[in-house]
């Protein structure tokens, strides 16, 4: 039987929903994650369509990458189509599901995937993540040292970059004394004791920290293990916003433009002067000319996105171009990276691409 939950995991490794940014509410929208999961549709936006057609197809799952919820519901009435579409998900027993900024912010998201379908090389996160990197330091007596620490490098610390099971290992003396109701692993109750100790020190990720901290404790000798967690200033590089790679060569930047329109279903990019040849492109699917000042401070000749408005093309013009793709047209490939996180695991999965995956903006 393969629950929700079993679905849910398998995208999770991919987006950790911490990932999400704070304005944002990915997860587990409607429904429970124990549910037998019998067949997923996958889409980008939900739509009352996109329900009935998960209805007919008996998914009682639906995957989009824009959540149905973004504010808050304070009645549920059928007054417009979020709440007809929560009705009719929960009267159906369907559960719905979204990975947003946090699938934009991954390696192997939607910005890296456009970059690699657009033939960028060397792709890095162009604004890689703050505040998503911590440092563990936990006190451990000598002869457990090598077991808390692989405990912990099992439970996902210790990474920095293409390395894993890095630590600092220091020499030093514990004291302690137990209280009253307290049965000391070394020394005696009530009796002031130094113990030889090593420090371990390592880093992880803060989706990691509950199963770093759990594991360290649950292999640590002491009643009271003594650990500090504190959060580093060092950007996590392997997630974040947008991303930027290089073309093989200086390319004309029409014949950029035109690559792009063979790689998404777009029908006009909106532009400003191709005053330049490119070679350094960034990408941040959906609206993110926020990140245009990014865009240009990495080095980029070329910045694609969505949702640009008229002074940005103006602003910025002779400085950057911008090739404003559409929203839509630039996270299109939301659904097939879903689609692929679920077949690599489980290959016999029924999990379809929805028929109602479209534009809302249409060109005349
Ligand atoms: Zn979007």
């Not at 007596?141 to 293409?162: C, E, T």
């Not at 130094?194 to 989706?207: D, F, L, N, V, W």
Request: net charge negative.
């Amino acid at each position: 039987m393969i629950t929700v939950k079993d679905i849910v995991s398998e995208l999770e490794k991919l987006a950790p929903p911490s990932y999400q940014e704070s304005y944002d509410n990915s997860g587990l929208i409607v429904g429970h994650l124990e549910t037998e999961a019998h067949a997923a549709l996958l889409c980008f936006d939900i739509t009352e369509n996109v329900i009935d057609e998960a209805i007919e197809k008996k998914a009682n799952l639906v995957i989009s990458h824009h959540p149905v919820i973004f504010g808050g519901l304070k009645k549920i009435n059928g007054k417009n189509a979020t709440e007809r579409i929560i009705i009719k998900a929960i009267r159906n027993s369907i559960a719905l599901y979204s990975a947003h900024t946090n699938l934009d912010s991954v390696r192997g998201g939607i910005n890296t995937v456009l970059a690699e379908k657009l033939g960028l090389s060397n792709i890095k996160i162009l604004l890689p993540m703050e505040q998503a990197l911590f440092k563990i330091a936990v006190f451990v007596p000598n002869a457990h040292s090598a077991k808390v620490r692989q405990a912990m490098f099992d439970a996902g610390a210790g990474h920095i970059g293409n390395y894993d099971s890095c630590s600092y290992n220091a020499t030093g003396t514990g004291t302690f004394r137990g209280g009253e109701n307290t049965t000391p692993f070394v020394g005696k109750k009530g009796a002031l004791h130094s113990e030889p100790e090593i420090k371990i020190e390592t880093i992880a990720r803060k989706e990691n920290i509950p199963q770093v901290i759990s594991a360290m404790k649950s292999n640590h000798p002491y009643e009271e293990p003594a650990f500090d967690i504190y959060r580093l200033e060092n950007k996590y590089e392997n997630a974040g916003i947008g991303a930027i790679g290089i073309l093989p060569e200086y390319t004309e930047a029409a014949e950029f433009l035109a690559n792009i329109k063979r790689v998404l279903p777009v029908k006009v990019i909106r532009h400003n002067s191709l005053f330049k040849k490119v070679k350094t492109v960034a990408v941040c699917g959906g609206s993110g000319a926020t990140y245009i000042g990014n865009a240009i401070s990495a080095g980029a000749d070329i910045f694609v996105t969505g949702d640009c408005k008229y002074h940005q093309f103006l602003d910025f013009n002779n400085e950057i171009i911008l090739a404003d793709t559409g929203h839509f047209e630039s996270e299109y490939f939301a659904a097939e990276i879903f689609f692929n996180t679920i077949h690599k695991k489980f290959p016999n999965f029924a999990a379809d691409l929805s028929h109602g995956i479209f534009n809302p903006v249409q060109y005349f």
